[in-house]
C-alpha cells in the first residue's frame, strides 16, 4: 500500500448528509481515516490482529506459565541491561538479568521450583532494575497488576499479585442500557468516616444505594493506582494496577460482580491523556530516557497538569495503551470507560490558552493531533468491536466535531460526550443574576445546543464542582445557612426554601433536556454540604473534606432527605418513561417575563416555572399528543420539601385548541419555584 494513497470512508456521506457544512473538511476525515486504516492493517499483519496485540498484558510483565513458571517481559528501548531483583532473591540486584530481545524487549524466564510451586510467592515485592550510563535505575513494572505504599514510604512498592483463589465472577455483565443514569463515584470518600473507604465498603454499603437511587451504572474514579491521592486519580503512576488503597484486585472485582448482580454497568475513569511524572513508582523514564512511552523534549510534557504525554505514534505504546483498555474489560469486567483529557489529546495546544468559539476551522488543520486522534479510533473500534455493549464516553470541551459518530462514518467513535457547558451555565446564573433576571432563553439553548445524532451526557454538577476553590449547586444556593437550617425542627428560612426547590428545579431540567444520558456526583443528590478536599500539606493532611456524609440525608430530621427522595424518584420516572432514549425535546414555551420553560419528551410534558414569586392559573401549555394529563412528578410535593400547592387528583384534559405551534393545550396552575411532569394517562408508555 503506497504511503500517499487516500482510503475512501465508506459512510462519510452520512455525516454530511447530517452536517453539510462539514464538507470542505472530507480531506481532513479521509487523511484521518487513512490512518487508522493502515494501522489497523499493520496490526493485522505484524501481530496477528487487534485480539492478540490488545491481549499484551497477557504477555508483558509478569505472568505465570501452565508449568508453574513466570515469564517477564518488558519493554525499555533505551536500557543498557535489565535485571529483577526482589524479596525472592534476598534483593540481589545482579542474580536475574534479563535478555535482550528485539525492537527494544527484554525477557527472563524463571522455571517452577521442585515441587511445582511459583519460583516468587503471592505477595513477594519486586523491583525491575534499569542500568543506564553506569547507574542502577530502580523502577516498577509498567505493566504491574499491584503496587503498595508501606507506611511512612513515599514511593510505591511492587507487589506479586497471584492469589491461591483469584475472585471467580458469578454474575453476567448486563445489557448496555438504552437509557443512561450515571453516578460518579470515588470509593475512597464513599463513607461518612475521616478516612480512605475501601471497596468492601462501597459494595456493601454505596451500590445498594445506587441501586435504590435508580442509577443504572456507576462511573469509578481514581482506580488506576497514583502515588498522589490528592489528584484525584488523574496522576496515573500504575496504569494496570487497581489502587490498593481501597483493598486487593479481587475486593475490586467483587465490587463490580456485585453491581452487574444488580443491573448496574460500571464504567472506568480511564486516563490516557497524560501520565505522572514519578520516576521511581510510574512511567516517566522508565528505561533511563525522556523518552520510552512519552514525546521526548519539551513536546512530552504538559506544563499546566506538571505531566508527561504519550507518545501516541509510538507502536509500544499503542500496545501498552489498548492493552490496558483490554485489561479492564478482560480481568475486571468493567463495560467500558470515560476517558479522561480528550481536549488535550486532540490538540497539540492541549486547550492551553485556547478558546473554542465554534468555528469549524479550529478542528481541523495542523493544531489537531492526528497521531492522538487515530488512538482515540483505534481504542473505540477495538472496544466496540471486541466487547458491542461497552460504552464510552469522552470529556471532550472543545466541541470536536463527529467525536461521537462511528468511526466507518468519519468519527472517533464514542457513544457520548460529557455536555460540559450545563454545569458551568447554572453556576454562572447563581454567582452573577438575580432569580427574576434569569435569561429563560439562554438555559434552554444551553440544554438543548448539542450536535445532532451525537450523544451527550447531561449534568447539573460533577466531581469538578465540588473540589475546594468551587461551590457545589447547594453550596451556592444556600451556603451558611445549610449549617444551621436544613433540621425539619427549626422554621424553614428562605434561603433554604429557594435552595431546595432551585436544586430539584435545576437537576430536572438538566435531566430531562440537556442529553441522552444523566450524570450525578456522589452525594450531590442530596445537596452534599462543603467542598471536597483531599488530604495534603495546606489542609493538614485532613480527611475532614474527603468523605460523603451519607448520614445527613438518612437523617429523618433534616431536610437532606428531601432532596434524596426526589431524585430517586426522578430517576425511577425515567426508568418507566425513558425520555433520555426519546428524541430530544420539543421545547414549546420559553416565556422570559413569565420564567416558564414546557417542553415534550417522550410521552411526557415538562413544566418549570422559574420565577420566584408568581404563581400562574389557568397557564395554557401546548401539546401534541390529546388526551387526558396526570401529574407523575410534582417538584412542589411534601415528600420532596414542597409546598403542596398542586393537587395530585387534578385531570388536565386537551383542548383542540393550537398554541405556541402544538396542535393541542391544555390548562394548568404552576406554582412559582415548580417543576411538573404530566404523563397522558391515554397513551401506553
Given at each position: 500500500?503506497?504511503?500517499?494513497?487516500?482510503?475512501?470512508?465508506?459512510?462519510?456521506?452520512?455525516?454530511?448528509?447530517?452536517?453539510?457544512?462539514?464538507?470542505?473538511?472530507?480531506?481532513?476525515?479521509?487523511?484521518?481515516?487513512?490512518?487508522?486504516?493502515?494501522?489497523?492493517?499493520?496490526?493485522?499483519?505484524?501481530?496477528?490482529?487487534?485480539?492478540?496485540?490488545?491481549?499484551?498484558?497477557?504477555?508483558?510483565?509478569?505472568?505465570?506459565?501452565?508449568?508453574?513458571?513466570?515469564y517477564f517481559r518488558e519493554w525499555a528501548p533505551g536500557a543498557e541491561a535489565l535485571f529483577l531483583t526482589g524479596d525472592f532473591n534476598?534483593?540481589?540486584?545482579?542474580?536475574?538479568?534479563?535478555?535482550?530481545?528485539?525492537?527494544?524487549?527484554?525477557?527472563?524466564?524463571?522455571?517452577?521450583?521442585?515441587?511445582?510451586?511459583?519460583?516468587?510467592?503471592?505477595?513477594?515485592?519486586?523491583?525491575?532494575?534499569?542500568?543506564?550510563?553506569?547507574?542502577?535505575?530502580?523502577?516498577?513494572?509498567?505493566?504491574?497488576?499491584?503496587?503498595?505504599?508501606?507506611?511512612?514510604?513515599?514511593?510505591?512498592?511492587?507487589?506479586?499479585?497471584?492469589?491461591?483463589?483469584?475472585?471467580?465472577?458469578?454474575?453476567?455483565?448486563?445489557?448496555?442500557?438504552?437509557?443512561?443514569?450515571?453516578?460518579?463515584?470515588?470509593?475512597?470518600?464513599?463513607?461518612?468516616?475521616?478516612?480512605?473507604?475501601?471497596?468492601?465498603?462501597?459494595?456493601?454499603?454505596?451500590?445498594?444505594?445506587?441501586?435504590?437511587?435508580?442509577?443504572?451504572?456507576?462511573?469509578?474514579?481514581?482506580?488506576?493506582?497514583?502515588?498522589?491521592?490528592?489528584?484525584?486519580?488523574?496522576?496515573?503512576?500504575?496504569?494496570?494496577?487497581?489502587?490498593?488503597?481501597?483493598?486487593?484486585?479481587?475486593?475490586?472485582?467483587?465490587?463490580?460482580?456485585?453491581?452487574?448482580?444488580?443491573?448496574?454497568?460500571?464504567?472506568?475513569?480511564?486516563?490516557?491523556?497524560?501520565?505522572?511524572?514519578?520516576?521511581?513508582?510510574?512511567?516517566?523514564?522508565?528505561?533511563?530516557?525522556?523518552?520510552?512511552?512519552?514525546?521526548?523534549?519539551?513536546?512530552?510534557?504538559?506544563?499546566?497538569?506538571?505531566?508527561?504525554?504519550?507518545?501516541?505514534?509510538?507502536?509500544?505504546?499503542?500496545?501498552?495503551?489498548?492493552?490496558?483498555?483490554?485489561?479492564?474489560?478482560?480481568?475486571?469486567?468493567?463495560?467500558?470507560?470515560?476517558?479522561?483529557?480528550?481536549?488535550?489529546?486532540?490538540?497539540?495546544?492541549?486547550?492551553?490558552?485556547?478558546?473554542?468559539?465554534?468555528?469549524?476551522?479550529?478542528?481541523?488543520?495542523?493544531?489537531?493531533?492526528?497521531?492522538?486522534?487515530?488512538?482515540?479510533?483505534?481504542?473505540?473500534?477495538?472496544?466496540?468491536?471486541?466487547?458491542?455493549?461497552?460504552?464510552?464516553?469522552?470529556?471532550?470541551?472543545?466541541?470536536?466535531?463527529?467525536l461521537c459518530i462511528p468511526v466507518p462514518q468519519g468519527g472517533t467513535g464514542f457513544d457520548y460526550r460529557l455536555a460540559m457547558a450545563?454545569?458551568?451555565?447554572?453556576?454562572?446564573?447563581?454567582?452573577?443574576?438575580?432569580?427574576?433576571?434569569?435569561?429563560?432563553?439562554?438555559?434552554?439553548?444551553?440544554?438543548?445546543?448539542?450536535?445532532?445524532?451525537?450523544?451527550?451526557?447531561?449534568?447539573?454538577?460533577?466531581?469538578?464542582?465540588?473540589?475546594?476553590?468551587?461551590?457545589?449547586?447547594?453550596?451556592?444556593?444556600?451556603?451558611?445557612e445549610m449549617y444551621t437550617n436544613m433540621s425539619v425542627l427549626v422554621p424553614l428560612t428562605p434561603v433554604i426554601d429557594r435552595g431546595?426547590?432551585?436544586?430539584?428545579?435545576?437537576?430536572?431540567?438538566?435531566?430531562?433536556?440537556?442529553?441522552?444520558?444523566?450524570?450525578?456526583?456522589?452525594?450531590?443528590?442530596?445537596?452534599?454540604?462543603?467542598?471536597?478536599?483531599?488530604?495534603?500539606?495546606?489542609?493538614?493532611?485532613?480527611?475532614?473534606?474527603?468523605?460523603?456524609?451519607?448520614?445527613?440525608?438518612?437523617?429523618?430530621?433534616?431536610?437532606?432527605?428531601?432532596?434524596?427522595?426526589?431524585?430517586?424518584?426522578?430517576?425511577?420516572?425515567?426508568?418507566?418513561?425513558?425520555?433520555?432514549?426519546?428524541?430530544?425535546?420539543?421545547?414549546?414555551?420559553?416565556?422570559?417575563?413569565?420564567?416558564?420553560?414546557?417542553?415534550?419528551?417522550?410521552?411526557?410534558?415538562?413544566?418549570?416555572?422559574?420565577?420566584?414569586?408568581?404563581?400562574?392559573?389557568?397557564?395554557?401549555?401546548?401539546?401534541?399528543?390529546?388526551?387526558?394529563?396526570?401529574?407523575?412528578?410534582?417538584?412542589?410535593?411534601?415528600?420532596?420539601?414542597?409546598?403542596?400547592?398542586?393537587?395530585?387528583?387534578?385531570?388536565?384534559?386537551?383542548?383542540?385548541?393550537?398554541?405556541?405551534?402544538?396542535?393541542?393545550?391544555?390548562?394548568?396552575?404552576?406554582?412559582?419555584?415548580?417543576?411538573?411532569?404530566?404523563?397522558?394517562?391515554?397513551?401506553?408508555?
Amino acid at each position: 500500500m503506497a504511503s500517499t494513497e487516500i482510503i475512501r470512508v465508506p459512510e462519510l456521506e452520512t455525516l454530511l448528509n447530517l452536517d453539510p457544512y462539514l464538507q470542505p473538511f472530507v480531506p481532513d476525515f479521509q487523511r484521518r481515516y487513512t490512518a487508522f486504516v493502515k494501522t489497523l492493517k499493520k496490526i493485522e499483519e505484524d501481530e496477528g490482529g487487534l485480539a492478540p496485540f490488545t491481549s499484551s498484558y497477557q504477555s508483558f510483565g509478569v505472568n505465570k506459565r501452565p508449568d508453574g513458571g513466570l515469564y517477564f517481559r518488558e519493554w525499555a528501548p533505551g536500557a543498557e541491561a535489565l535485571f529483577l531483583t526482589g524479596d525472592f532473591n534476598g534483593w540481589n540486584f545482579y542474580s536475574y538479568p534479563y535478555k535482550r530481545m528485539e525492537f527494544g524487549k527484554w525477557e527472563l524466564y524463571l522455571p517452577a521450583k521442585e515441587d511445582g510451586s511459583s519460583p516468587i510467592p503471592h505477595g513477594s515485592r519486586l523491583k525491575v532494575v534499569v542500568l543506564k550510563n553506569t547507574q542502577l535505575l530502580y523502577r516498577i513494572s509498567p505493566w504491574a497488576k499491584y503496587v503498595v505504599q508501606e507506611e511512612k514510604k513515599i514511593t510505591f512498592d511492587w507487589v506479586h499479585w497471584d492469589p491461591p483463589h483469584p475472585y471467580i465472577h458469578k454474575h453476567p455483565s448486563p445489557k448496555r442500557p438504552r437509557s443512561l443514569r450515571i453516578y460518579e463515584s470515588h470509593v475512597g470518600i464513599a463513607s461518612p468516616e475521616g478516612k480512605i473507604a475501601s471497596y468492601k465498603n462501597f459494595t456493601d454499603h454505596v451500590l445498594p444505594r445506587i441501586k435504590d437511587l435508580g442509577y443504572n451504572c456507576i462511573q469509578l474514579m481514581a482506580v488506576m493506582e497514583h502515588a498522589y491521592y490528592a489528584s484525584f486519580g488523574y496522576q496515573v503512576t500504575s496504569f494496570f494496577a487497581a489502587s490498593s488503597r481501597y483493598g486487593t484486585p479481587e475486593e475490586l472485582k467483587e465490587l463490580v460482580d456485585t453491581a452487574h448482580s444488580m443491573g448496574i454497568v460500571v464504567l472506568l475513569d480511564v486516563v490516557h491523556s497524560h501520565a505522572s511524572k514519578n520516576t521511581e513508582d510510574g512511567l516517566n523514564q522508565f528505561d533511563g530516557t525522556d523518552a520510552c512511552f512519552f514525546h521526548s523534549g519539551s513536546r512530552g510534557n504538559h506544563d499546566l497538569w506538571d505531566s508527561r504525554l504519550f507518545d501516541y505514534s509510538n507502536w509500544e505504546v499503542l500496545r501498552f495503551l489498548l492493552s490496558n483498555l483490554r485489561m479492564w474489560l478482560e480481568e475486571y469486567r468493567f463495560d467500558g470507560f470515560r476517558f479522561d483529557g480528550v481536549t488535550s489529546m486532540l490538540y497539540h495546544h492541549h486547550g492551553m490558552g485556547t478558546g473554542f468559539s465554534g468555528d469549524y476551522n479550529e478542528y481541523f488543520g495542523l493544531q489537531v493531533d492526528e497521531d492522538s486522534l487515530v488512538y482515540l479510533m483505534l481504542s473505540n473500534h477495538m472496544i466496540h468491536t471486541l466487547y458491542p455493549d461497552a460504552i464510552t464516553i469522552a470529556e471532550d470541551v472543545s466541541g470536536m466535531p463527529a467525536l461521537c459518530i462511528p468511526v466507518p462514518q468519519g468519527g472517533t467513535g464514542f457513544d457520548y460526550r460529557l455536555a460540559m457547558a450545563i454545569p458551568d451555565k447554572w453556576i454562572q446564573i447563581l454567582k452573577e443574576y438575580k432569580d427574576e433576571e434569569w435569561n429563560i432563553g439562554n438555559i434552554v439553548h444551553t440544554l438543548t445546543n448539542r450536535r445532532h445524532n451525537e450523544k451527550c451526557i447531561a449534568y447539573a454538577e460533577s466531581h469538578d464542582q465540588a473540589l475546594v476553590g468551587d461551590k457545589t449547586l447547594a453550596f451556592w444556593l444556600m451556603d451558611a445557612e445549610m449549617y444551621t437550617n436544613m433540621s425539619v425542627l427549626v422554621p424553614l428560612t428562605p434561603v433554604i426554601d429557594r435552595g431546595i426547590q432551585l436544586h430539584k428545579m435545576m437537576r430536572l431540567i438538566t435531566h430531562g433536556l440537556g442529553g441522552e444520558g444523566y450524570l450525578n456526583f456522589m452525594g450531590n443528590e442530596f445537596g452534599h454540604p462543603e467542598w471536597l478536599d483531599f488530604p495534603r500539606l495546606g489542609n493538614n493532611e485532613s480527611y475532614h473534606y474527603a468523605r460523603r456524609q451519607y448520614n445527613l440525608a438518612d437523617d429523618a430530621l433534616l431536610r437532606y432527605k428531601f432532596l434524596y427522595a426526589f431524585d430517586r424518584d426522578m430517576n425511577h420516572l425515567e426508568a418507566k418513561y425513558g425520555w433520555l432514549a426519546a428524541p430530544q425535546g420539543y421545547v414549546s414555551a420559553k416565556h422570559e417575563e413569565d420564567k416558564v420553560i414546557t417542553f415534550e419528551r417522550g410521552s411526557l410534558l415538562f413544566i418549570f416555572n422559574f420565577h420566584p414569586n408568581k404563581s400562574y392559573t389557568d397557564y395554557r401549555v401546548g401539546v401534541e399528543r390529546a388526551g387526558k394529563y396526570t401529574i407523575a412528578l410534582d417538584t412542589d410535593a411534601a415528600e420532596y420539601g414542597g409546598h403542596q400547592r398542586v393537587d395530585h387528583n387534578t385531570q388536565y384534559f386537551t383542548e383542540h385548541f393550537a398554541y405556541n405551534n402544538r396542535p393541542n393545550s391544555l390548562m394548568v396552575y404552576i406554582p412559582s419555584r415548580v417543576g411538573l411532569v404530566l404523563q397522558n394517562a391515554d397513551f401506553q408508555n
